[in-house]
């Protein structure tokens, strides 16, 4: 359906809820284990490392092991000014995996990034310091920021969570110790939910078909893809009650025809909105 957006997992398997009861798997790079994980970036040339304190614009920055670091703030993102360029950690930054950058985080880190704007999470693996404008508390890679629906904004309030098990293990083996017998170990990503296949052209009567872009609990979010999305057809808004909050759901369409559908869904995704998908309602 439409350019298929493979996406794999990190670490161990980990489905990963967003909103609209749909659900992705995510990782970096992707590998069987942590030791796989681990030869990707010492061949990048990457390692474990905390840091010396540091100052940057006349504010210190204390690096440190914190595995119950919880924290509440806005998210920004950073792509091609920065693609292949070293991280903090001697890796090279890819805007089209799944990392970020912290301030004072162990490099790397995994942790759980949740846009509270839509309800959205990711896991994502640090390797790199920053953002330092604007009281920002993560910068994520543009892929991150797509996945989690705010590349075309640029900023949203999030929440960054540690994963204690997970960032204690990679640190493990890239220290060349020697992991439990019950470490997580995957082999290729596996989807997190198989899908029917579904002759959409047999839809009853009752449902139609939509290209949905994006869900909002902002409603100025979602006018605003709204009118940035009108050049590709028929757009509107509709909203949902999920744990009763009220989300707006910017919608093209109704398609009575499936192909014209994922030409639709095609020009959405080509326009740097990836986690567009068909929907029926």
């Given amino acids: 359906m ?3 957006l493979n996406i794999y997992i990190i670490f161990f398997a980990m489905s990963v809820l967003l909103s609209g009861c749909t659900s992705i798997d995510s990782q970096t790079y992707g590998g069987d284990n942590y030791y796989s994980q681990v030869r990707r970036i ?9 840091g010396k304190p540091y100052k940057i614009k006349g504010t210190w920055y204390y690096p440190k092991e914190d595995y119950h670091y919880s924290e509440v703030g806005i998210a ?11 991280t903090a950690n001697g890796e090279k930054y890819d805007m089209n995996t799944l990392t970020a950058a912290h301030r004072t985080l162990p490099l790397p ?4 990034v949740t846009n509270l704007e839509n309800g959205r999470s990711l896991v994502l693996r640090v390797n790199d310091r920053g953002p330092y404008a604007k009281n920002r508390i993560i910068d994520i890679s543009k892929k991150g920021a797509a996945l989690l629906g705010y ?24 220290l060349g110790k ?13 989807p997190s939910a198989k899908k029917k296949k579904t002759n959409l052209h047999s839809t009853p009567e009752n449902k139609q078909l939509y290209v949905q872009a994006g869900s909002f609990s902002r409603e100025s979010l979602a006018y605003d893809l709204k009118n940035k999305l009108s050049k590709f057809g028929n757009t509107k808004i509709a909203t949902a009650e999920v744990n009763e909050a009220t989300f707006y759901r910017v919608r093209l369409g109704p398609y009575a025809d499936e ?19 068909l929907i029926k309602d």
């Fill in 2 to 4: 439409g350019k298929n």
């Fill in 42 to 50: 010492k061949n990048q040339g990457g390692m474990y490392k905390i």
């Fill in 76 to 86: 920004s993102w950073y792509g091609s000014d920065f693609h292949n360029k070293k």
């Fill in 109 to 112: 880190s995994v942790v759980k």
């Fill in 151 to 174: 590349q075309t904004q640029g900023t949203a309030k999030v929440k960054v969570e540690v994963l204690e098990k997970e960032s204690k293990l990679l640190k493990q083996a890239l």
């Fill in 178 to 190: 020697e992991l439990p017998k019950n470490a997580y170990t995957v082999a290729q990503a596996k």
């Fill in 259 to 277: 192909n014209v559908a994922n030409k639709a869904l095609e020009k959405v995704r080509d326009y740097g909105i990836y986690e567009a998908k």
